[in-house]
Structures are given as C-alpha cells and as structure tokens.
Nanobody, 121 residues
Framework: VQLQASGGGLVQAGGSLRLSCAASGLTFSSNAMGWFRQAPGKEREFVSAISWSGGNTVYADSVKGRFTISRDNAKNTVYLQMDNLKPEDTAVYYC???????????????WGQGTLVTVSS
C-alpha cells in the first residue's frame, strides 16, 4: 500500500489549501480514510475521516466548519479542503487508511509520508 499526500504549502491566515492523497495497492473503495496532523513538538492528532462510500464524515472540533473531507473512489484519492486557515493549523498533514472512520490512530493501518502546511499570521 502506498499513500502519496500533496498540496501543502505556505499560506496566510484566512487562506485556503486543498490536500490530496492518492492511494495505490489496495481496494480503495473498501477502506475508510483519515487525515491527521502533527505540529512541531506535539503528538499526531486526528483531523478528519471519511467512510468507504463518502457518506459519513467526522471532524475534530478544532477544524469543524472550516475543513471538508471528500473522496473520489474512481481516482483512488481522498481530499482535505482547508478554508479559513489559522496559524495553529500549521503542521505536517498525514493521510491514512483505516477500517473505520474514527479518530483513533490505532485504527489506521497504513500512513502516507505527510505534507507540510504552514500558515503565517
């Protein structure tokens, strides 16, 4: 299984970015997908997750209303649209393959390499 995350970069506070994560080596449509992030000196934390079909989503309270997760099973890709970004969103963002669309890291089996998002004030 390979996960390739992209779309990170430097953006000013209030701006937007869209992250993508392309998956291969698995039956993508049979797996839940999640996004996590890790800021310098902090533990990796849950951001959002989506069910196999895309019909169910869950968000961390810190991003609810600003971030939107989606997936395109035909392209084996999951997305994270991030709007109204804040400096505290600065982190390396990781996508992951899971069995359920939950917040627990242990429920995810495969992880991408991460993409850096930096939000300046």
């Amino acid at each position: 299984v390979q996960l390739q995350a992209s779309g990170g970069g430097l953006v000013q506070a209030g701006g937007s970015l869209r992250l993508s994560c392309a998956a291969s080596g698995l039956t993508f449509s049979s797996n839940a997908m999640g996004w996590f992030r890790q800021a310098p000196g902090k533990e990796r934390e849950f951001v959002s997750a989506i069910s196999w079909s895309g019909g169910n989503t869950v968000y961390a309270d810190s991003v609810k209303g600003r971030f939107t997760i989606s997936r395109d099973n035909a392209k084996n890709t999951v997305y994270l649209q991030m709007d109204n970004l804040k400096p505290e969103d600065t982190a390396v963002y990781y996508c992951a393959v899971g069995r359920l669309w939950v917040s627990e890291k242990d429920e995810y089996d495969y992880w991408g390499q991460g993409t850096l998002v930096t939000v300046s004030s």
